[in-house]
Nanobody
Framework: QVQVVESGGGLVQVGGSLRLSCAAS????????MGWYRQAPGKQRELVAH???????NYADSVKGRFTISRDNAKNTVYLEMNSLKSEDTAVYFC????????????????WGQGTQVTVSS
């Protein structure tokens, strides 16, 4: 059984900062690509940032220069440091992890966290 659990959301003022964390736990052989997505009310879920197991990253244009994704492979944890927050960053943030369940698994299994609310007030 595998769990992916986010934490760190909350209410912050425009220009403020938040740090999100997401930990994968359970019967895991390896955690490969990890990412953060967000979904605002009435909008589709969108990719915010992505990081490979080797540390390569990519970001949505809307967050470049403000958000930083990082990971601790020993803890199967990914982080999202969010600075200079804007009201349009308000959304539920979801963690995604592609997990290899066993040494002989042929492919990764896709897991989502339950989401954490980020609200940026003006």
């Amino acid at each position: 059984q595998v769990q992916v659990v986010e934490s760190g959301g909350g209410l912050v003022q425009v220009g403020g900062s938040l740090r999100l964390s997401c930990a994968a736990s359970g019967s895991i052989f390896s955690v490969n690509d990890m990412g953060w997505y967000r979904q605002a009310p009435g909008k589709q879920r969108e990719l915010v940032a992505h990081i490979t197991s080797g540390g390569s990253t990519n970001y949505a244009d809307s967050v470049k220069g403000r958000f930083t994704i990082s990971r601790d492979n020993a803890k199967n944890t990914v982080y999202l440091e969010m600075n200079s927050l804007k009201s349009e960053d308000t959304a539920v943030y979801f963690c995604n992890a592609k997990i290899r369940l066993g040494a002989y698994s042929l492919r990764d299994t896709n897991y989502w966290g339950q989401g954490t609310q980020v609200t940026v007030s003006s």
